[in-house]
């Protein structure tokens, strides 16, 4: 079956424009995370989406980024007024539905972001 | 906050050779899991071995196996007859087994693994 999926592969943008990254996880689960890993920071967790249910946000870096899920499924983060320091690989990850933290979580090939 | 330590930025072996990746955390928890995933250039994370923090017994998955030492809280990475496919960052991670899953994994730094022909 297919793996988590996410588009696009790389991103190019201005400081100050805004971007969407998609994540379309593997079909069947319900727990959707958003990692972000840059050089001087190594990997972050950002958010974490299980099912419908609202998001804990606080691991977003600020209020410029923000992350929805429609139907369950597929999810977008978005960033808005990009700044240099948003240059990151951004990682997608989903796993079945959360019990105890046991579960493996099946990671995205990343979505590169530069900010000029 | 729990922490992860990968004190290894860099490892090289030679092909067959076996190799083993330190990793050490700081928690206070007494459920959690361990993970160590591996990164090749492609950029994609892949599960290589997961160990529960209430099993006694080492995991093991073919040619990669850990020694895990709750105590001294201590999760190395031995690989065993290194091959080329084996060249990648490597990543430790933790996962509290509370929370239900909304801390997300808590990773080192990483270490990069060569491996010589």
């Known amino acids: 079956g297919a793996g988590v999926s996410q588009s696009p592969s790389n991103k190019v943008t201005e400081k100050g424009k805004d971007v969407e990254l998609r994540c379309d996880p593997i079909s069947g689960h319900t727990a959707l995370y958003w990692y972000r890993q840059s050089l001087g920071q190594g990997l972050e967790f950002l958010i974490y989406?299980?099912?419908?249910?609202?998001?804990?946000k606080s691991g977003l870096p600020s209020d410029r980024f923000s992350a929805e899920r429609t139907g369950g499924s597929v999810s977008t983060l978005t960033i808005q007024r990009t700044q240099q320091e948003d240059s990151a690989v951004y990682l997608c990850?989903?796993?079945?539905?959360?019990?105890?933290?046991?579960?493996?979580?099946?990671f995205g090939p990343g979505t590169r972001l530069l900010v000029l | 906050a729990q922490t992860v330590t990968q004190s290894q930025p860099e490892m090289s072996v030679q092909e067959a050779e076996t190799v083993t990746l330190s990793c050490t955390y700081d928690?206070?928890?007494?459920?959690?899991?361990l993970f160590w995933y591996k990164q090749p250039p492609s950029r994609q994370m892949i599960l290589v071995i997961r160990q529960e923090a209430y099993k006694q017994q080492n995991a093991t998955e073919n040619r990669f196996s850990v020694n895990f030492q709750k105590a001294a809280k201590s999760f190395s990475l031995k690989i065993s007859d290194s091959q080329l496919g084996d060249a990648a960052m490597y990543f430790c991670?933790?996962?509290?087994?509370?929370?239900?899953?909304?801390?997300?994994?808590?990773f080192g730094k990483g270490t990069h693994l060569i491996i010589q022909p």
């Open positions: 928690t206070s928890e007494s459920d959690y899991y």
């Open positions: 991670a933790y996962r509290s087994g509370t929370g239900g899953g909304a801390d997300g994994l808590t």
């Open positions: 990850a989903s796993s079945l539905a959360v019990s105890g933290g046991q579960e493996t979580q099946y």
């Open positions: 989406f299980q099912g419908n249910s609202a998001p804990d």
